[in-house]
C-alpha cells in the first residue's frame, strides 16, 4: 500500500510538474514583440531596395492610410521600386509618388563620382563604408545637395568644403543634420 502511495504521490507531481511547464510555455509563446511602426517599416523596406544608392535620396511622409514619396533618383526602376515597396506596408493603402527621376549624364556623373572620390580620399570617409551610407550626394545640372546624418559639424563644413572645390559645380546646398538618424536602429 506504502508503495501504491509513493506511486501516485510520484505520478501527480509529474502530472503538477508537466502542467506547469506548459503553461509557461503557453505563457511565453503568448508574449508579442512591440511591433515596428509603419515609419519604421517603410524606412527598412526603402533601405532595401536593390539599386538605392549613395547618388539617390527617398523621403516619405506618412498621412493616416496614405504615403507621399519625395525625393530625387539616378538608378533607373527605383522611383516605381519604392512605391511598390511601400504599397506592402500593413496599412498603407495609398502612395503618392513624388520622387524626381534626375537625367544621367556625363556632366552630372563626372561630378557625382568627383565629390564622391573626394570626400572617401580627403575626408570623412566613414560616412560611406555602408551599402545605405549616412550621408547622400544628390547632383543636378552641376548642383549638389548633400543629404543625410553626420556625427559633428565640423565633419558637415569639411563636406561642404570639398564639395565646392569640385570643378564645373555652380552651387552646393548643405542639408546635412548632425546627430543621428532616429529611424536607424
Known amino acids: 500500500?506504502?508503495?501504491?502511495?509513493?506511486?501516485?504521490?510520484l505520478s501527480f507531481a509529474v502530472f503538477?510538474?508537466?502542467?506547469?511547464?506548459?503553461?509557461?510555455?503557453?505563457?511565453?509563446?503568448?508574449?508579442v514583440k512591440p511591433a515596428r511602426t509603419v515609419e519604421q517599416e517603410i524606412?527598412?523596406?526603402?533601405?532595401?531596395?536593390?539599386?538605392?544608392?549613395?547618388?539617390?535620396?527617398?523621403?516619405?511622409?506618412?498621412?493616416?492610410?496614405?504615403v507621399v514619396l519625395s525625393g530625387k533618383t539616378i538608378t533607373l526602376g527605383?522611383?516605381?521600386?519604392?512605391?511598390?515597396?511601400?504599397?506592402?506596408?500593413?496599412?498603407?493603402?495609398?502612395?503618392?509618388?513624388?520622387i524626381e527621376e534626375l537625367p544621367v549624364g556625363s556632366?552630372?556623373?563626372?561630378?557625382?563620382?568627383?565629390?564622391?572620390?573626394?570626400?572617401?580620399?580627403?575626408?570623412p570617409a566613414q560616412y560611406f563604408?555602408?551599402?545605405?551610407?549616412d550621408v547622400r550626394?544628390?547632383?543636378?545640372?552641376g548642383r549638389i545637395t548633400?543629404?543625410?546624418?553626420?556625427?559633428?559639424?565640423s565633419d558637415a563644413n569639411l563636406m561642404n568644403l570639398l564639395a565646392n572645390g569640385i570643378p564645373g559645380v555652380f552651387e552646393v546646398t548643405n542639408n546635412l543634420v548632425v546627430g543621428r538618424d532616429s529611424r536607424r536602429s
Open 129 to 133: 563604408n555602408s551599402i545605405n551610407p
Open 16 to 31: 503538477a510538474f508537466s502542467f506547469v511547464g506548459f503553461s509557461g510555455e503557453s505563457f511565453a509563446a503568448s508574449e
Open 107 to 123: 556632366f552630372d556623373n563626372r561630378i557625382r563620382y568627383s565629390v564622391l572620390r573626394s570626400f572617401v580620399d580627403r575626408g
Open 78 to 98: 527605383t522611383k516605381r521600386a519604392a512605391a511598390e515597396v511601400v504599397k506592402d506596408v500593413p496599412g498603407i493603402k495609398n502612395v503618392v509618388n513624388n
Open 43 to 66: 524606412y527598412k523596406k526603402l533601405l532595401r531596395l536593390p539599386n538605392y544608392n549613395v547618388f539617390d535620396h527617398i523621403t516619405y511622409q506618412v498621412n493616416g492610410d496614405t
Open 146 to 153: 548633400l543629404e543625410g546624418f553626420v556625427a559633428r559639424e
Open 1 to 9: 500500500m506504502n508503495r501504491i502511495k509513493k506511486l501516485f504521490a
Open 137 to 141: 550626394i544628390i547632383v543636378k545640372n
